[in-house]
């Protein structure tokens, strides 16, 4: 059994940044794991995604050129550094781990879920 545990959110004035970390119990160098996000009121948003090796990237349209998702396999942990944040950004983030190789936007796709984050971006 995996567990997720994720931390780094926080208050951040727009035009800030701040590095997510999910840390897993268990080992995870042969999962793809994926930050999703969701506000209040609204439905899971897909963030970003990679793959076990790392090799494989994607991001949402919303987040691409501000985020960068990356992992230490070493160390059973996936980051995601966000940059030039902006008040919309403000959502409580998850992470989420699927026991295959390979990333996906689908948040149905993902076995394993952390409590998530909160990250607030203030205008």
């Known amino acids: 059994q995996v567990q997720l545990v994720e931390s780094g959110g926080g208050l951040v004035q727009a035009g800030g940044s701040l590095r997510l970390s999910c840390a897993a119990s268990g080992r995870i160098y042969n999962y793809a794991v994926g930050w999703f996000r969701q506000a209040p009121g609204k439905e899971y948003e897909f963030v970003a995604t990679i793959s076990w090796s790392g090799a494989t990237t994607y991001y949402s349209d919303s987040v691409k050129g501000r985020c960068t998702i990356s992992r230490d396999n070493a160390k059973n942990t996936v980051y995601l550094q966000m940059n030039s944040l902006k008040p919309e950004d403000t959502a409580v983030y998850y992470c989420?781990?699927?026991?295959?190789?390979?990333?996906?936007?689908?948040?149905?796709?993902?076995?394993?879920w952390g409590q998530g984050t909160q990250v607030t971006v203030s205008s």
């Open positions: 989420a781990a699927r026991s295959t190789y390979s990333t996906s936007y689908n948040s149905r796709h993902y076995d394993y």
